[in-house]
């Protein structure tokens, strides 16, 4: 028999949107039963962040002390969502999005964060600031927390989330979750993709599990890669710093022939492409660019200088993103030396957000009753291409996916669970320990982050997308195979991977397929076979909806509410730029 625990709500994420949730459940009255996969208040995506966190700069200026903008406007912003995510946005989201973001600003300011600057619509803070904040709230809000638990699998009886199976990895030991309702708040997949710039706990747990027990997938195509990651040397692989130092000073960035690659572009693209959060999906797309036209260097990427930024610039800003040029437990001194020689680094692009996933309604509710879905694992308000705060994000999901959680779990009776059922799943998820010889999980796992890269990255097309699912395929086929060379319960690391590779395999497959099925460019998808973006066919969210053991894609038309999107056909970068062009002046009118 499975250890059994019952709560009101399970709330699935130990990042700032599962806080956020529980807290609400609880000041509803019920108990709300959290479980975070690594250490409570730090693990998920959320003490990595940047810590900005945007709202309308009119809403900011009336907060004491904070530097809005008074000229800006909700309005504004909706604008300004919309066209950064090429049109593809959920018109309620982006609208739940701006309305609950002051709020929920309040809130964490009434929790003790600490303001360290604010400017326009924005105001930044610290990453680990805002987990201790929450965690100390969901402590004095009586949430039961647990840490080093990661739940397997969603148990569902007759269309109805009734709780989960999950795994206490300390022990070994399976866990029954007993709830009336779910929250799943777990974030993105980046450990799919190798370099990436998240938390190697990151797998699309909640994601692939919501699917599996039958709740709809959206937009899974349009996945955001940072530009200027650390490729070389491997001990700073995947590092954002020179993201960081680029997007405040500049500097250079020049193919394997010297060649400056900025200056191929126009003008305008070049300016708003590298110093606002366009330069994701600007930076990104022109550096593949140039490694898949034999361009690139030994890593995949291209090199970045300070080009005609002077040392005493560089230095300047790097005093205050990296204080004695250590950034994020990492040395970069040597890098230091490099800059002020102007020698250069090798860059490219990394993964860094997932604008699809569960597919959820301005109330945060899935397509099965009883799941609730907040955060970075949604299908959220940022369409085709997130250049907003996911910060603002997750609160303002954790907050509404909470209050509507409980709600719901008032309303509803306790539903029993089949002890075969459990049996079932227990059978299933032990498989791997005891098996005496099978494939091992990091071999796999490699293979798989290899050519995600490569044919799902910042540039697709025909061939590399359907390549990439005849080796998905094949490496579905060899899933059953695998097996743990340690056969102890308790923290056995290769156990958790190959249960989190079951769930990668899946969410790349159902990506995949869907990016080879949209045949336009927009956003963060390129298809270099299809280079235009196409508003009179392609302005259509992709769903994807589990059939028995496979899966079909369809398409929904757009959730509209104030503003129509236009029609025609442009090519990429000429859209792109009329995006940008579309940025409200705070100062006039749009």
């Known amino acids: 028999m499975l250890n059994k625990i019952v709560t009101d709500v399970l709330v699935v994420g130990g990042g700032g949107a599962g806080f956020k949730a529980a807290i609400d459940i609880c000041q509803k009255g019920l108990k709300a039963t959290l479980l975070s996969k690594g250490p409570l208040s730090r693990s998920g995506a959320t003490p990595m962040a940047g810590a900005d966190y ?31 995510g090429w049109f593809l946005n959920n018109q309620k989201l982006i609208e739940q999005y701006i309305n609950l973001a002051p709020v929920c600003l309040r809130e964490l300011l009434e929790w003790g964060i600490k303001i360290k600057l604010s400017d326009e619509r924005m105001v930044f803070t610290s990453s680990i600031e805002i987990m201790n904040a929450v965690y100390n709230k969901a402590k004095s809000a009586n949430v039961e927390m647990f840490e080093d638990v990661l739940l397997l699998e969603l148990l569902v009886i007759d269309g109805k989330v009734v709780g989960g199976v999950g795994l206490d990895f300390k022990s070994g ?50 996945i955001t890669f940072c530009n200027n990651v650390l490729l070389h040397p491997p001990i700073w692989k995947g590092s954002i710093a020179p993201y960081v130092l680029s997007l405040f000073v500049g500097g250079s960035l020049t193919n394997r022939h010297g060649e400056n690659i900025l200056e ?26 140039e490694v898949k036209e034999g361009k690139g260097l030994s890593h995949g990427g291209v090199h970045y200088s300070r080009g005609n930024v002077s040392w005493e610039k560089v230095e300047a800003a790097a005093s205050l993103l990296f204080p004695e040029w250590k950034y994020r437990g990492i040395n970069f001194s040597e890098w230091a030396s490099k800059l002020k020689d102007n020698q250069p680094v090798e860059v490219g692009p990394a993964v860094e957000y997932f604008e699809g996933g569960i597919l959820v309604n301005e109330h945060l509710e899935t397509s099965l009753d009883g799941l609730y879905a907040a955060g970075e694992c949604t299908l959220g308000p940022f369409g085709a291409n997130r250049v907003f705060s996911a910060i603002t994000e997750i609160f303002v999901h954790g907050t509404t996916a909470g209050i509507n959680a409980a709600k719901y779990a008032k309303e509803v009776d306790r539903l029993k669970v089949d002890p075969k059922k459990l049996s079932a799943i227990k ?22 982050q290899k050519y995600a890269h490569k044919y799902l990255g910042p540039i697709r097309n ?55 099925l949209r045949t336009e460019s927009r956003g963060v998808h390129y298809r270099e076979d299809y280079p235009y973006t196409d508003n009179n066919n392609w302005l259509l969210e992709s769903i994807t909806r589990r059939i028995n053991s496979d899966f079909k894609t369809c398409w929904r038309p757009l959730t509209i509410t104030t503003a129509m999107p236009p029609t025609g056909v442009a090519p990429y970068l000429n859209f792109m730029k009329q995006m940008m062009q579309s940025h409200s002046d705070t100062k006039g009118k749009h």
């Not at 572009?265 to 660019?289: A, C």
């Not at 060899?478 to 156990?495: F, G, H, L, Q, S």
Request: hydrophobic content about 40%; charged content about 25%.
């Open 54 to 84: 945007t709202l309308d700069g009119e809403s900011l200026s009336k907060f004491n002390g904070l530097n809005g903008d008074p000229n800006d406007s909700p309005e504004k912003m909706f604008n300004d969502i919309l066209t950064q």
């Open 173 to 222: 030991e399976l866990i029954y979750f007993s709830a009336k309702a779910v929250v799943i708040a777990t974030g993105g997949w980046h450990k799919a993709f190798w370099p990436n710039t998240g938390m190697r706990d990151l797998t699309g747990d909640g994601i692939a599990m919501a699917y599996r027990a039958g709740a709809d997938l959206g937009n899974m195509e349009f």
């Open 264 to 289: 191929k572009y126009d003008p305008y693209l070049v300016e708003k492409g590298t110093k606002t959060e366009w330069n994701k999906s600007f930076i990104s797309y022109i550096t593949e660019k």
């Open 427 to 448: 059978n299933r998820i032990e498989a791997p320990l005891y098996k005496t010889n099978g494939l091992h999980p990091a071999q796999i796992r490699m293979k798989i």
């Open 462 to 516: 025909k061939q590399g997308l359907e390549e990439f699912l005849n080796i998905l395929d094949k490496i579905k086929q060899e899933m059953p195979y695998m097996a743990t060379i340690d056969k102890k319960r308790t923290y056995n690391k290769e156990w958790l991977e190959i249960l989190e590779l079951e769930n990668i395999v899946q969410l790349l497959n159902i990506s995949a397929r869907s990016a080879l």
